[in-house]
């Protein structure tokens, strides 16, 4: 499984954006798909999940605001993340992650990163 993330930019404060994270490869085992983000200096963090019924939990800095989804139509297993009321804390490296199963292990492929800056 492989993850191309895409969508990042500079936006500002208050303003809507949005993510996109096309998984390729063996998309059918893909199981819950995440995005993380990590600010300069600090650990990176969850901020939303959506498993392969199309669950979704949030971050509490984010729920309310940002949205999580999954187009599984296509051959690309596309995810998005649609972030609302954007905040200068939102400013961070933006990661997607999908768990699958592989041989009977639960495992993790991540995408490459898009920068989102938030201007005041």
């Known amino acids: 499984v492989q993850l191309q993330a895409s969508g990042g930019g500079l936006v500002q404060a208050g303003g809507s954006h949005r993510l996109s994270c096309a998984a390729t490869?063996?998309?059918?085992?893909?199981?819950?798909m995440h995005w993380f983000r990590q600010a300069p200096g600090k650990q990176r963090e969850l901020v939303a999940t959506?498993?392969?019924?199309?669950?979704?939990?949030?971050s509490d800095s984010v729920r309310g605001r940002f949205a999580i989804s999954r187009n599984k139509d296509n051959a690309k297993n596309t995810l998005y993340l649609l972030m609302n009321n954007l905040k200068t804390e939102d400013t961070a490296v933006y990661y997607c992650?999908?768990?699958?199963?592989?041989?009977?292990?639960?495992?993790?492929?991540w995408g490459q990163g898009t920068q989102v800056t938030v201007s005041s």
């Open positions: 959506i498993t392969d019924l199309g669950d979704t939990t949030y």
């Open positions: 992650n999908a768990d699958y199963i592989e041989h009977g292990q639960l495992r993790g492929s």
């Open positions: 490869g063996s998309v059918s085992i893909i199981d819950a």
